[in-house]
């Protein structure tokens, strides 16, 4: 069985700080993949950043980091310098390479900056 | 370029009542197709996903049912509503590979009174 950890379930940030939104995951397949997507108030789904299982460097995406901990199956969201448009809910997820059609998410963090 | 439409953006319908939204992709073939609700302020539930015309792969047992007719075509049905079935809803394709991101259209939000 695969699953998805996100443990805050709310966060508030001051602006131009830095924030690491948490998520674990839990798998037995050794390839697989995980990503990130933002939601704004709007609903949209939006892809920020991907980290495969068998990359040795953390993936980044401009502001967009990811903190992987292979052994921890810990696949952390950094965001540096928010902005008020960070504001949203964010969602962890994975897929795994042996059953690469079913893709699973996290609960989820929302996340506020303040001015 | 791909994209995916998805409608109606907002429906609300009595309970017992029939729905059925529907989904499609441009610009992509034989894609991966995925069906998510979300409750408010929750996480997306994976509900049904296909990997071609005719399978379909339900996660959750509930009143919903899914179909998909032609290759880029994803349906969502209900014969009869309830009320807990209320939520976004959302319609999502990937490509074939574990490293490939889903897109996901502009959602539904249905509910059920």
């Known amino acids: 069985a695969q699953k998805i950890t996100q443990t805050q379930p709310g966060m508030f940030v001051q602006e131009k700080e830095a924030v690491t939104l948490d998520c674990t995951y839990d798998?037995?397949?050794?390839?697989?993949?995980l990503f990130w997507y933002k939601q704004p108030s709007s609903g949209e789904m939006i892809f920020l950043i991907y980290q495969g299982s068998y990359d040795q460097q953390n993936a980044t995406e401009g502001r967009y980091s990811l903190n992987f901990q292979k052994a921890r199956k810990s696949a952390n969201l950094v965001i540096s310098a928010s902005q008020l448009g960070d504001s949203a809910m964010y969602f962890c997820?994975?897929?795994?390479?042996?059953?690469?059609?079913?893709?699973?998410f996290g609960s989820g963090t929302r996340l506020s900056i303040r001015p | 370029s791909q994209t995916i439409h998805q409608w109606p953006a907002t429906l609300v319908q009595p309970v017992g009542s029939p729905l059925s939204l529907e989904c499609t992709v441009e610009g992509t073939s034989n894609p991966n197709l995925y069906w998510y609700r979300q409750a408010a302020g929750r996480g997306l539930q994976l509900l049904f996903y296909?990997?071609?015309?005719?399978?379909i792969s339900s996660e959750v047992p509930q009143n919903l049912s899914a179909s998909r007719p032609q290759d880029r075509q994803f349906i969502l049905s209900s014969k009869k509503l309830l009320l807990s079935d209320s939520g976004f809803y959302l319609c999502?394709?990937?490509?074939?590979?574990?490293?490939?991101?889903?897109?996901f259209g502009q959602g539904t939000r249905l509910t059920v009174v």
């Open positions: 798998t037995s397949d050794p390839s697989y993949g």
């Open positions: 296909s990997v071609g015309i005719g399978q």
């Open positions: 999502a394709w990937s490509g074939r590979g574990a490293d490939t991101e889903a897109f």
């Open positions: 997820a994975m897929r795994r390479y042996s059953s690469a059609s079913k893709i699973i």
